[in-house]
């Protein structure tokens, strides 16, 4: 039986279930973010994770990295500003302007 992965009784995820971690970035969270929390959802074997930062002038920028399993190390596979487009075993295409999305 196959259930889905959001429920309201669902509160969290085994790391062997998850494909992707996508990491927000605040002022108060920036500095785990950028590494505490890597360091953890490598660890777990996590294969993506992308951390979605603001830039001086309010823009998007989406830093993304796929895991290395012999060395449960994370490498930069691109660094997306206007448009994020990749392959993580699926095809992902994200416009990234916020601005014509709230327009």
Partial sequence: ???????PSIT??????VHLVIEVVSDESRER???TKSLKYSEAGIKHFWRVEQEEDGKHV???????PVVRAYVPT????GRL???IGFP???D???DKIKG
């Fill in 62 to 68: 989406v830093y993304t990295f796929e895991l290395v």
């Fill in 12 to 17: 969290s995820f085994k790391p062997e279930d």
């Fill in 33 to 35: 973010d950028r590494t």
């Fill in 85 to 87: 487009k990749a392959d």
């Fill in 1 to 7: 039986m196959k259930r889905s992965a959001l429920t």
């Fill in 78 to 81: 691109g660094i997306h500003r």
């Fill in 92 to 94: 992902v295409d994200l």
């Fill in 96 to 98: 990234l302007d916020l």
